[in-house]
């Protein structure tokens, strides 16, 4: 039977870790609704925590996958990446319906005030799914842009190629968000980027050559997709991030940035993510991306 325990750690914070018959769980906050921890069924762990990370109120967690809400970025007047990330959530005690699913573990978060309502269920069972909800609760509308910001945790940065983003526009956040459009095959990784591709598909594949492992992101309202590694100098720059740090991590997000999502009152808006692996033998030649990101 799936499992879900809550534990209050030295830290400070408390956890609801998540698991299932297979092996495979997941670890998730109270504080900021952020699951710190996905491991498969061989305990591997699949996301990346910054050796440096800062655990403790009001600082953001460096790693995992935190919510950017009500805004991604600077794109807004609210603080940078929102407010959702460094404020504690409760567990939902009248949770709405979730599909029917075998063998999985759940837990809805619920984050509240008087013009949000926010909620997001990560399951664990080889796919890590979350499912995030703002409702309008007030009589006058609000507009906000939103992300899902996703540590994946990578054998080395300079090995792993990301498909399914090839030909589209992004914006290049190093040179003052210009426009510019992809003319690489695939992405690979030789320096330090901070983009948002726009209108993304709603599969994309990070292929890791050294670990023959594939990340394969899929969403669903979260048109636009981030992506971000402060490479060497950058990360001497970030405080709670370790100097050799970003040699094993890379940042694709699920994220709504191009266009702001307006609701009028009592509208809801509804995401969904799902991250799963899948094992590959490719160590140096190109992983066919119709194979993954189309199914065939």
Not at 31 to 37: E, F, I, T
Not at 136 to 161: G, H
Request: net charge negative.
């Amino acid at each position: 039977m799936p499992l879900m325990n809550v534990f209050h750690d030295g830290d400070g914070f408390p956890r609801i870790v998540l698991a299932d018959p297979s092996g495979s769980s997941a670890e998730v906050l109270l504080y900021g609704g952020q699951v710190v921890s996905w491991k498969n069924e061989r305990r591997e762990e699949l996301l990346f925590m910054s050796s440096k990370a800062i655990w403790k109120p009001p600082k953001a967690i460096r790693g995992g996958l935190p919510v950017f809400f009500p805004q991604f970025g600077n794109l807004g007047t609210s603080e940078r990446n929102g407010f959702a990330r460094n404020r504690f959530w409760t567990i939902d005690s009248d949770p709405s319906p979730l599909p029917p699913s075998n063998n999985h573990s759940s837990v809805d978060l619920l984050l509240k005030s008087t013009d949000e309502d926010l909620k997001i269920w990560p399951r664990s069972a080889g796919k890590l799914t979350l499912i995030p909800r703002v409702r309008n609760t007030d009589t006058k509308p609000f507009s906000f842009t939103f992300a899902l910001r996703n540590y994946l945790s990578v054998s080395d940065i300079s090995e792993v190629r990301v498909e399914g983003l090839e030909t589209l526009d992004y914006l290049d956040n190093l040179m003052r968000r210009e426009r510019f459009t992809e003319q690489a095959d695939a992405i690979t990784f030789d320096g330090e980027v901070d983009r948002i591709y726009l209108s993304s598909p709603q599969k994309i594949a990070i292929i890791d050559h050294e670990k023959k492992r594939t990340f394969v992101l899929r969403k669903d309202g979260m048109p636009d997709a981030g992506m971000w590694n402060p490479w060497d100098k950058r990360a001497k720059t970030v405080p709670d991030l370790g100097y050799e740090d970003y040699k094993t991590m890379l940042c694709v997000d699920s994220a709504v940035t191009e266009t702001p999502i307006v609701l009028k009152p009592l509208e809801e808006w509804k995401g969904y993510q799902e991250l799963s692996t899948v094992s590959s033998s490719y160590c140096s030649g190109q992983l066919d991306p119709r194979k993954v990101l189309y199914g065939f």
